[in-house]
């Protein structure tokens, strides 16, 4: 219940193309979705994040699609570079009995080639 | 850049020693968190705080403890450390009207 599944492990784009990062989730009492980005050696920085209410989001080549019904979410990353390439976290964020927290998904190693 | 710091960045410490983990953010964000990463995988949190004298236990059970005596500041002491504990301590904070969590550079811990 407290899973995010994040898919594919890693990933090789060319660059100029898309990739394709997909999140699902069962707890329906999530309320807010996240991407972060991690370079080696550094701290995840948050990316772009999406609330359920909101189909789709968009902040520059990042882009959130959120299907409630289908409780997926994914992120696409357009004209993908070579300075994309990180390890990319999907999140969720779970509110009960007066404490938050995020719940990450395992990570997908990006690599775009140039 | 989120204004959160971890210290040290790399630690290599034999076994059985106490060490503690600093972090400091100067945002004055009252939530603060700890989560373990190891190399490539998912991220676990392992205590948080929601301000000064509050603090609690996550989901990954962990042997290391911490406190809260000052708002920007949450170190994470190990009284003895083992093998087991070898992995990345990554500290983030978040404004308490706000989802955002900001993270540190984390520090890597390796306990021979």
């Known amino acids: 219940q407290q899973q995010v599944k994040q898919s594919p492990q890693s990933l090789i784009v060319q660059k100029g193309g898309i990739s394709i990062i997909n999140c699902a989730y069962e707890?329906?009492?999530?309320?807010?979705f996240p991407w972060y980005q991690q370079f080696p050696g550094k701290g995840p920085a948050l990316l772009i994040a999406?609330?359920?209410?909101?189909s789709e989001k968009k902040e520059g080549r990042f882009t959130i699609s959120f299907n409630k019904s289908a409780k997926q979410f994914s992120l696409h990353i357009m004209d993908s570079q070579p300075g994309d390439s990180a390890t990319y976290f999907c999140a969720a964020r779970h509110y009960e009995g007066g404490s938050e927290k995020l719940v990450f998904g395992k990570g997908t190693k990006l690599t775009v080639n140039p | 850049e989120a204004d959160i710091y971890q210290t040290p960045r790399y630690l290599v410490i034999g076994t059985g020693k106490k060490i503690t983990l600093e972090c400091s953010q100067t945002m004055g964000h009252d939530k603060m968190y700890w989560y373990q990463q190891d190399p490539g995988m998912e991220l676990h949190l392992i205590h948080y705080s929601y301000g000064v004298n509050s603090t609690e236990k996550g989901d990954l059970s962990s042997e290391s403890t911490v406190s809260r005596i000052r708002t920007e500041h949450f170190p994470l002491t190990l009284e003895s450390a083992r093998p087991s504990h070898t992995s990345q301590y990554l500290c983030a904070s978040s404004a308490w009207t706000s989802y955002e969590q900001y993270f540190g550079p984390g520090t890597r811990l390796t306990v021979t």
């Open positions: 999406i609330r359920p209410d909101v």
């Open positions: 707890n329906t009492a999530f309320d807010y």
